[in-house]
């Protein structure tokens, strides 16, 4: 069955970096548009960053720009975010999505704490 496990959060001080990776399994990888979604205390779910099925093309919201990259490894089927000078506002849930037309799998979802 299809499955997005997301690792790599926890807690960590302001102006900290953390790399989050999500694991995919059960579906073609490579031929999936791959993001990450964040949901705040409080927040509705928002789309952080995206990347094409090649990696060739990425983007970014405007509050993560120059902090965050997202990419990706089709050989290994897992895409990666990383995460620097983060901020308490990036405190948040954040999930891995896949994307095929009207297609979309989510994981479960890995908490990033930044606090100090």
């Known amino acids: 069955q299809v499955q997005l496990v997301e690792s790599g959060g926890g807690l960590v001080q302001p102006g900290g970096s953390l790399r989050l990776s999500c694991a995919a399994s059960g579906f073609i990888f490579s031929i999936y548009s791959m993001a990450w979604y964040r949901q705040g205390p409080g927040k509705q779910r928002e789309l952080v960053a995206s990347?094409?099925?090649?990696?060739?093309?990425?983007n970014y919201r405007d509050s993560v720009k120059g902090r965050f990259t997202i990419s990706r490894d089709n050989a290994k089927n897992t895409v990666y975010l990383q995460m620097n000078n983060l901020k308490p506002e990036d405190t948040a849930v954040y999930y891995c999505?896949?994307?095929?037309?009207?297609?979309?799998?989510w994981g479960k979802g890995t908490l990033v704490t930044v606090s100090s």
């Open positions: 990347i094409t099925t090649g990696g060739g093309s990425t």
């Open positions: 999505n896949a994307h095929r037309g009207a297609m979309d799998y």
